[in-house]
């Protein structure tokens, strides 16, 4: 079945250093792709995504481009900042009503 | 506009007990979906309504049910609780189930459930 393989945590990182979360999939076909955030306490938000192959997904500086010779959608960020301490999920979905998760990589951003 | 509420937020259990989480979805929404969070196994999906339908199920044993109400509201009802199920389960609405395949999915804060 569909898996996906992100990069081990945790992640601590220098304000606005660069980021980079490596993400890996395994599906057939043509699956969207995803990159869930989740803050302390709260539950998943989207952050960004990409349905087709060479699209960029966007936001808030993050971006993913989806690379289908090389199955991967790894999240990037210029310059990090301390809000962006979380929890990010890759995942990929496809046909069904559900998504497969990667296992999470876990940010921390100190000043 | 209000999101995804899950009730209780927290709640401990003892082993052999059974347990009901509630989901109210984002007004309009119809699909509903629960997944578990663990440490160990990460996210993985149990199981998502659509109209009172499941359309899909996860790899979970039959102590795991749901069921979707006819406000789309749903719960999941767990039995003969282990120790491993010992979790966070999110719950997550979508407009029309196609919100999968857009990522269009709006996740409440979870239930938190302590098995004992």
């Known amino acids: 079945g569909d898996s996906v393989t992100q990069m081990e945590g945790p992640v601590t990182l220098s304000e606005e250093a660069f980021l980079t979360i490596n993400c890996t999939y395994t599906a057939t076909g043509y699956p969207s792709l995803f990159w869930y955030v989740q803050y302390p306490g709260e539950g998943l938000q989207l952050l960004l995504k990409a349905t087709k192959a060479d699209d960029k997904g966007s936001n808030k500086g993050f971006e993913a481009t989806y690379r289908k010779e090389t199955t991967s959608f790894h999240l990037e960020k210029g310059s990090v900042q301390v809000s962006d301490s979380a929890v990010y999920f890759c995942?990929?979905?496809?046909?069904?009503?559900?998504?497969?998760f990667g296992q999470g990589t876990r940010l921390t951003i100190n000043p | 506009k209000a999101g995804v509420t899950q009730t209780p937020r927290y709640l401990i259990k003892t082993r052999g007990q059974q347990v009901t989480l509630s989901c109210s979805p984002i007004?309009?929404?119809?699909?509903v979906s629960w997944y578990q969070q663990t440490p160990g196994q990460g996210l993985q999906f149990l199981f998502e309504y659509f109209s009172e339908t499941q359309r899909n199920k996860g790899n979970f044993p039959g102590r795991f049910s749901g069921r979707q109400f006819s406000n789309s509201r749903s719960e999941m009802n767990v039995s003969t609780l282990e120790l491993g199920d010992s979790a966070l389960y999110l719950c997550?609405?979508?407009?029309?189930?196609?919100?999968?395949?857009?990522?269009?999915?709006?996740f409440g804060e979870g239930s938190r459930l302590t098995v004992l």
């Open positions: 997550a609405s979508s407009l029309q189930g196609q919100g999968v395949n857009t990522g269009e999915l709006f």
């Open positions: 007004s309009g929404h119809r699909s």
């Open positions: 995942a990929t979905a496809k046909g069904a009503q559900k998504l497969v």
